[in-house]
Structures are given as structure tokens and as C-alpha cells.
């Protein structure tokens, strides 16, 4: 069996798997093909991809070649006009926001995983590509927001006077926020937190923050994991008891995002425009329209009452070595259910992770939460 690693966009600096991966896939018997320049941004060059066993190639042999493909983003149109029928590829594909696309696949009889989809369960902990590239964002949403706030984090009594703690609000406690919290904390800044789900109130506490209490948030115990929509009368609440914590804050990282949907707009203009001059928002949900009216993807901008809005959705991309690292590892341990120890396929279907990020499967879409969207 051939398995193939492709260079990812420009804009992307990590790659799916590093050298020091190939290891397990050699003993399986599987020959790896690495295009041209895969990992030069993750400090992996040609040359130490080639000590490890792989083979170096360009992208279009490696399409044509390659009984398995790895990426991060999903390939293009002119790619997936290559790839060879029946081909297997595993990525973080957006399904439910690229579902043509996924159309598109399925006519060409390719098998796509979308690692993305994989169910937030203990034993899929291993595999969890959200949670270990969320771990990179969360931190580093905190540094960056410590780079471009013009004050101190901890507080300081000196013999010139005392500085206070910058206060920062937190939206969403999943695992970027836990981090960011985390991060924040080892910095001395005093720290609130708001999140839809009461469950994570104790970690919140446990990390040294103040949780923000919103009563009649809907069940998420039923939904993988993930973020589910809220209705117009807990949104109120939410909207209030937020912008009281806004206005006092100096630094907020917003993260909320929803599977399939546009980010909620938990900060409103009105909001922003009661923060102090100088105060910073990182906004990591900017690629799905953002927690603020006026986030912009990639983008950082200054409000007419010098508020820094920093739009930033791939911040692992700035972190590229550790976050290949974690991706790499992510993949593998996916791997091992699909993939024999002879290095044959072999597809368990009746596996609730297995079924849960196939998207498409022999020229058809199978993935449950897909199909309804076509």
C-alpha cells in the first residue's frame, strides 16, 4: 500500500505528518510519499523526511500513486480530478460546511474521513484533531493578546506605584478556552469565564478563574461534545450578564463556534464600544464569521474607541513543529482502525468512531449529518 503526505495551502504551516511519524506506517509495510517541500515550514525538510524512509516526489505523482492521502485542508477541485478512484483521504474537511464538495468526492468514488466529525468520546480522546489544535489556539490567543496590549498582565507594586491586573473575560470554556484560562493564569491576570454548559463551572474554578453564571442554557449532553444553539430568552440573559463582563474587561478571547453553523455573536457592537481604549479582543471563531459584528477573518483591526479586534481561526498554523506534532499523532491513532498490521485496509464500519467521520463511501455521502444537507 502507498500513503501519500501533500504540502498544504501557502497560508498553512503545518503539515500532517512529520518525519518521525513514518515509523509505524513503515512497519505496516506501507511505502510513504512525501511532495516536495511538505514540511519545510514545520522545520521538516526533504532531506530528514528521506532519512526516515520516505520517498520524495511531486504532487501529481502522489495523487496518482497514493492509496491513501494525508492533509490538513481539503484538496481542490483540480486535486481530487487526479486522484485515483477508490482512493482513502483523511484531513480536517468541514463536511458540514463543505458538503458539495463532499458531493463531489463521493462521485468520484473516493473514501473521505473528515477527522474533524471524529465523536468527542473518551476513547476517541487520542484521535481528537479539534482538541489537541484547539490546546496550540488557546494558548496562543493569550500570547498574542499579551504581545498587542499596551500594559502589564500581572500586577506590579513598585516604588513608582502600583499596577492592577489586566482583567480578561473568556467566552467559552471547551479546550481553547481552558487553555487560554490556564495560560492567562500563569501570567497573574484576573480572569472571568462564560460558557453555556454549567458541567464545566468546576474546571473553570479549578484553573483559578471566576465562572460567569447564566441560568437556562440548553442540554448538551447529548450532542457529542459539542456547542448546541440556545434560545432567544437564554440568549438575552447571556447577551446582559456578557456585556456587564465586558465593559470591566481589558483582554477577551472569544471561542465559540457551532458544527455547521455561523459563530454566535456573543460580543455586540454596543459592547465593544463600553471597553477602554487600548483593550484587545482575539476572536478565534473569525473563520466562521466571528463572536463580534466586526471581526474579520485574518484580519486585525482598531474600532473608533481603540479597541484591537484580533480575527485569528488557525493560530496552530504560528505553532507549526508542536502542532504537526499532535496532528501526526491524531492521525495514526486514527489510523490503527482502519488499517490492518499487515498495512491492508480493513473499515470496521460498525465502530462508532469509524462511522462517525466517514463522509463518503463507494460514490455515495454516508455521513448521518451530512445527508440531511444535500
Known sequence: MIAGVLKEPSAENRVSLLPEHLTILLKKNIQVLVQQEAGIAAFATDAVYTKAGAIIKDRTAILQQADILFSIHPLTHDDI??????????????????YATMQEWAAKSITAFSLDAIPRTTRAQSMDVLSSQANIAGYKAVILAAANYGRYFPMFITAAGSIPPAKILVLGA????LQAIATAKRLGAVIEVFDTRPAVKEEVMSLGAKFVDVAGAADAANTGGYAVEQSAEYQQKQQQRIAEAAAKADIIITTAQIPGKPAPKLLTEAMIQQMRNGSIIVDLAAAT????????????????????????????ATMPFDASKLYGKNLLNFLQLIVTADGHIHIPFEDDIVQGCCITHQGKIVNEKVLPLI
Open 174 to 177: 471547551g479546550v481553547a478556552g
Open 289 to 316: 464569521g466571528g463572536n463580534t459584528p466586526l471581526t474579520q477573518n485574518n484580519a486585525t483591526i482598531i474600532t473608533a474607541n481603540g479597541v484591537t479586534i484580533i480575527g485569528n481561526s488557525n493560530l496552530p
Open 81 to 98: 480530478q487526479i486522484v485515483k478512484p477508490g482512493a482513502i483521504l483523511i484531513g480536517i474537511f468541514q463536511p458540514l460546511y463543505a
